[in-house]
DNA sequence: CGTATTGCTACGATAAATGTAGCACAGGAA
DNA sequence: TTCCTGTGCTACATTTATCGTAGCAATACG
């Protein structure tokens, strides 16, 4: 991937700025991990609840996920088993907790009938060129 | 992939739901999206400019986050040239900054001496089971 | 004309995700 | 004990996504 894995620090992805805001978007943008932290926003899964949750994501991702969020130290195992948020974790998950409000809001502006529909249809002439 | 592409609205992942959060979490989920809009968050930026920015991240994914950044709305062109946030866009942007305090934060309470360092050397004896 | 920028694309190589199957372990009946 | 069920977790072959390099057409300036 020649980003990331130079040497030791295997981190995150484009990361190694030393910006921990970098290593932070690096993490939260990868498969299934903001998905991860909003499932378990309010109580925590069982392995197979979670992945019920995620839409039956594979097992191997989610695992991966897992073990990374942990190593994050957002998510831990409960000494009785099931995954739960840890209190950085609820923290983090409160962050972007306002995407939830955003989120509905976009869907209703929408400025055209936008990500539905064929990928770009005709609509507009080309734009530039 | 057996998520998405479906038929129509092949919008965002494991979404489907019809919940506008999941749209959002699967588009920002992807590589190198939340970091462009960082990128973006204060100046546009000139397509070359932004690799740049972004750790001469490949122009392939570059290119097709742009897309589907400009899709739902968050990001167009400028009709000079170079990619800048739209207001939605901008809107959202604020919504995710108090990350950027989160990780200052991260980065000094790191309960352990996480995310960096060998992938999982030994360290702690094995969890359970 | 040449040169340099822009946004954007092709394409082979590589890394990551998917889907299915299954493991070892821990509890609780029977 | 044995059987059943649920846990966290892994193997592995297939499919997708991303990478990295190169290059295109269009625009602008000299």
């Known amino acids: 991937m020649a980003k990331q894995a130079g040497s030791k620090t295997r981190s995150v992805r484009g990361s190694r700025t030393g910006r921990p805001i970098m290593a932070l978007l690096d993490l939260l ?11 378990l926003r309010e109580q925590p899964l069982s392995s197979r609840a979670l992945r019920s949750a995620c839409d039956e994501a594979s097992p191997t991702v989610l695992q991966a996920r897992l073990t990374e969020l942990r190593e994050a130290g957002f998510v831990e195992l409960g000494d009785g088993g099931g995954y739960g948020l840890t209190p950085l974790g609820r923290d983090l998950c409160e962050t972007f907790m306002p995407l939830h409000r955003f989120a509905e809001r976009w869907k209703n502006s929408s400025p055209s009938p936008r990500l539905r529909g064929e990928g770009r249809g005709e609509g507009e002439p080309p734009r530039r060129r």
Chains 1, 2 share one sequence.
């Not at 943008?29 to 499932?39: A, D, F, K, S, V």
């Open 29 to 39: 943008g990868r498969r299934w991990t903001l998905r991860i932290l909003w499932e």
